[in-house]
């Protein structure tokens, strides 16, 4: 599966983006991490595509939002009201693990089978 992600780049505090990212096939889990400079990736939201229920990671508050598409098998992360403490890369992922968003998340950043490239989100103040 092959990732493709648009929608970064530089806004002021208190906008907003939507981060797209267009998947060449289907895999049961999808979904969005982050890396702040100089830390490690830490997931930010996931969706099963199957059911659409989305799960966020605790430290993500109500301002971002994660959607998808299946007929274009394209996930999105709203992101608004942006902090300059969002800058970070943020990466599309997806699992093939099996997965119905009724449960917890059966992988980790360490499994995850595919990434994207990354996109650039920077929030000046």
């Known amino acids: 599966v092959q990732l493709a992600e648009s929608g970064g780049g530089s806004v002021e505090a208190g906008g907003s983006l939507k981060l797209s990212c267009a998947a060449s096939g289907y895999s049961h889990i999808m979904g969005w991490f982050r890396q702040f400079p100089g830390k490690e990736r830490e997931g930010v939201a996931v969706?099963?595509?199957?059911?659409?229920?989305?799960i966020y990671a605790g430290s993500v508050e109500g301002r971002f939002a994660i959607s998808l598409d299946n007929a274009k098998r394209t996930v999105y992360l709203q992101i608004d009201n942006l902090k300059p403490e969002d800058t970070a890369v943020y990466y599309c992922?997806?699992?093939?693990?099996?997965?119905?968003?009724?449960?917890?998340?059966?992988?980790?950043?360490?499994?995850?089978?595919?990434w994207g490239q990354g996109t650039q989100v920077t929030v000046s103040s």
């Open positions: 992922v997806a699992d093939k693990s099996l997965w119905t968003g009724s449960e917890p998340c059966p992988v980790e950043s360490a499994g995850i089978q595919y």
């Open positions: 969706i099963a595509p199957s059911t659409l229920k989305p």
